[in-house]
């Protein structure tokens, strides 16, 4: 049986188990609270230049950024609780063994981003959107209105060398039996999604119901 006591908080004051990758700022409130948000710089937009093309503006304004745990895990329990913006986009990646590199360039990689490599259970503002949270992105989609929009809301990621299942609110919204090409283990990670994003998370528990890799 698993205690209580093998649940790791993995959010700290100083966030200790994490390393932030990209321009994303990360804070804990007061009240335990993880913040995520960027601040656009428009110097690193225009350059020298007074115009820009379509796609240089697309190129800047959907570069991403990325929290990672600083620790590996392979079979284990999560459990994230979330806010998003309506509209607004963001995620939760495993197994990705890249640490987002291909996500944090300018241009970005999208063969390449995390979803590619690893996993990332979508979270997404609209509920009623085509990739709703809790979505196995590019494997599977969740069942719909299962998200509160505009509320916090809860995941719990059931993640096993034979299969990961998601619960969005304490309902099953997707289950995948895993690429058998991907990674088995990897880091966790968070999404700023593009250079207007912001989110917030809450009680970051994970327990492993493995040993380390």
């Known amino acids: 049986m698993v205690s209580a006591a093998d649940w790791q908080d993995l959010i700290t004051p100083g966030l200790e188990a994490w390393e932030s990758l990209g321009d994303g700022i990360w804070r804990v409130t007061d009240e335990g609270t993880l913040v995520g948000y960027r601040r656009p710089t428009i110097d690193a937009l225009f350059s020298e230049s007074e115009t820009i093309t379509k796609q240089q503006f697309e190129d800047w304004f959907r570069v991403q950024s990325w929290l990672y745990t600083k620790q590996e895990y392979g079979e284990f329990d999560l459990h994230v609780e979330y806010w998003i913006r309506v509209p607004g986009n963001s995620g939760i990646s495993i197994r990705d063994p890249t640490r987002a590199k291909f996500a944090i360039v300018q241009p970005a990689d999208y063969e390449k981003t995390p979803a590619h490599n690893g996993y ?16 196995l ?4 989609t969740a069942t719909n209105g299962l998200q509160r929009d505009g509320e916090w809301n809860s995941f719990d990621i059931e993640s096993r060398k034979d299969g990961i299942r998601i619960w969005v609110n304490g309902e099953i919204a997707a289950e995948h039996g895993g690429d058998p090409d991907r990674p088995k283990v990897g880091p966790i990670g968070l999404q700023l999604h593009d250079q ?3 989110v917030m998370f809450r009680n970051i528990r994970i327990r492993e119901v493995g040993p380390s890799p």
């Open 120 to 135: 990332e259970v979508q979270i997404n503002g609209s509920s009623g959107s085509r990739s709703p949270s809790g979505s």
């Open 137 to 140: 992105y590019t494997f599977v």
């Open 196 to 198: 207007f994003n912001f």
